[in-house]
């Protein structure tokens, strides 16, 4: 096993700086499904992370309640009812990289957007399954097998990764995981204060840095936006350390803010991601 501890060479390794040429299809698409009546904010923070990432072209599948919302705050993002299903369809053929889970919920509706997620997603597409989507994988462990694509990036934390595998929190060794990991034959980004990426090729990367400012709900559904943002855009150097990138990037940012800020908000990740990039394009 080799064990990598990131720095911010990850980062300009791959972000680089824009072809003048390009537009917003060169970009990539991100689709992002989740956000029920009660969760409608963690949908919401995870498609701003998408937009503020770089994502060229952003879509938010939800709850219908969320749409003034999503239009008022973020006009640069496009709305589908996530019970359209024809819509979603047609989004999770297009789409480049998909996010399932920020808020999603655990209701029978929402269990049934999952299927059809993981039945409908295009095969090149790479499925990011999050937040309420990793309980549905722990009850049907069977839809990560029967995925039409088998580019899965789990992003659990500890409580969830529990949840799938049946490690208590004492159990979770780096081997332990490992080899719930490759059982289940998808990267998993296993969240806690110290986060860890599990790839497929037996690989792990850590993170060292972050901190208990960003112990506020929304951080994790920020994540995923940034990694979908990330694996849409960005083709070099290869996979693994785009969506290394993309996790220490969520981390640095808030160790950056916390010299001078007590808790460090996910919405103002965001709002930063676009400035630290820039400073690390290369
Ligand atoms: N603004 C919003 O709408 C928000 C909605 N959220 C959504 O709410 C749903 C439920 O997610 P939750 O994560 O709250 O619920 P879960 O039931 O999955 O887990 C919550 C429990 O896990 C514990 N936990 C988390 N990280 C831990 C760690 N590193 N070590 C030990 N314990 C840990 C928490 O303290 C909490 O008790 C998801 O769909 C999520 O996306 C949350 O993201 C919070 C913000
Ligand atoms: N004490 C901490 N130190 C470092 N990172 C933390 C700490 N607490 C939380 N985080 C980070 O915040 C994020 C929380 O994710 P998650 O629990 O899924 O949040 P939510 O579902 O509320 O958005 C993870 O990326 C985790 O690593
Ligand atoms: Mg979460």
Redesign the pocket.
């Known amino acids: 096993m080799i064990l990598m501890i990131l720095t911010t060479q990850c980062l300009t390794n791959v972000i680089k700086k824009r072809p003048t040429n390009s537009h917003k299809g060169t970009f990539g698409r991100v689709l992002l499904i989740g956000g029920s009546l009660q969760y409608g904010g963690?949908i919401l923070l995870a498609t701003k992370a998408a937009v503020r990432a770089g994502a060229g072209l952003v879509t938010c599948a939800t709850d219908l309640i969320n749409r003034t919302a999503l239009n008022t705050t973020l006009p640069e993002a496009m709305f589908i009812n996530y019970l359209d299903f024809s819509a979603l369809k047609q989004q999770l053929s297009q789409a480049d990289v998909v996010v399932i889970g920020p808020g999603l919920g655990l209701s029978a509706e929402a269990f049934n957007i999952f299927k059809i997620t993981c039945q409908q997603i295009n095969s090149q597409a790479t499925l990011v399954i999050d937040?309420s989507a990793l309980t549905f994988v722990a009850q049907a462990p069977s839809c990560l097998q029967t995925c039409a694509t088998q580019k899965i990036i789990l992003t659990p934390?500890l409580k969830e990764w529990e949840r799938i595998t049946n490690l208590s929190l004492n159990q979770q060794s780096i081997i332990n995981n490992q080899k719930a990991q490759q059982k289940l034959s998808a990267t998993v980004v296993l969240?806690?204060?110290t986060?860890t990426i599990y790839y497929l090729d037996g690989h792990t990367a850590t993170i060292n840095i972050?901190?208990?400012y960003?112990?506020t709900?929304?951080?994790?559904?920020t994540?995923t936006g940034i990694i979908a943002a990330f694996l849409a855009q960005f083709k070099e150097p290869n996979p693994k350390e785009v969506l290394a990138a993309a996790v220490f990037l969520?981390?640095y940012i808030p160790q950056q803010l916390s010299q001078h800020n007590y808790v460090v908000l996910p919405s103002e990740i965001s709002n930063h991601l676009p400035n630290i990039m820039q400073k690390f394009s290369s």
């Open positions: 963690a937040g934390h969240k806690g204060a986060t972050g901190g208990p960003m112990a709900g929304g951080t994790g559904d994540l969520h981390s």
